[in-house]
């Protein structure tokens, strides 16, 4: 199995997993954050969703061969903000694409709103929607911490993304 694979599967496998006493709060959303460099607490948690998915990609088998012996935690993203991942995967030398080319399943995405999720399949055309799953978010697709509420399975349209990261080969 690729990286990506194991990306998408591990995002895909959390969908439905919702937040618990408040806003921001409950277990699964703890140990999301806990994939990043803060401490956790009630601050919206979408990269932090998406810092534990590649993190657990990156302790499989496919993980491993793409990793090739770099450490996990010295070279995998622990930002907690969005934006920020775009930075982390320009200094890995990760190719960092425009919102002008076709989304790829195992793609992360950044989007203009300050937000981040998973492709979970292959746009197919330029102006297709594209397919995501992202934590901090609810069936509305918004993704503020008083509104955002669990991982969903999410379809939006093209022009929300500011850019997406794509894992390829062996880690940079």
Avoid at 24 to 52: D, H, I, K, S, Y
Avoid at 66 to 94: H, M, P, S, V
């Amino acid at each position: 199995m690729s990286i990506q694979r194991e990306i998408v599967r591990l995002a895909q496998s959390n969908v439905g997993v919702r937040e618990v006493g408040g806003n921001n709060a409950g277990p699964e959303v703890r140990m999301f954050q806990g994939a990043v460099a803060l401490e956790p607490g009630p601050w919206p948690w979408c990269a932090a969703f998406t810092a534990w998915v590649l993190r657990e990609a990156l302790k499989t088998a496919a993980g491993a061969a793409y990793l090739n012996g770099k450490d996990i935690e010295k070279w995998r993203c622990k930002d907690g903000r969005a934006f920020a991942w775009e930075t982390w995967a320009n200094a890995r030398g990760l190719s960092v694409l425009p919102e002008t080319v076709l989304a790829k399943a195992g793609d992360f995405v950044i989007f203009d709103f300050s937000h981040i999720g998973v492709l979970a399949e292959d746009q197919k055309t330029l102006k297709s929607n594209i397919i995501c799953i992202e934590g901090n978010t609810n069936g509305a697709g918004n993704r503020e911490s008083t509104t955002g509420d669990g991982v969903w399975l999410k379809s939006r349209k093209y022009t929300l993304a500011k850019c997406y990261i794509r894992l390829g080969g062996n880690a940079p």
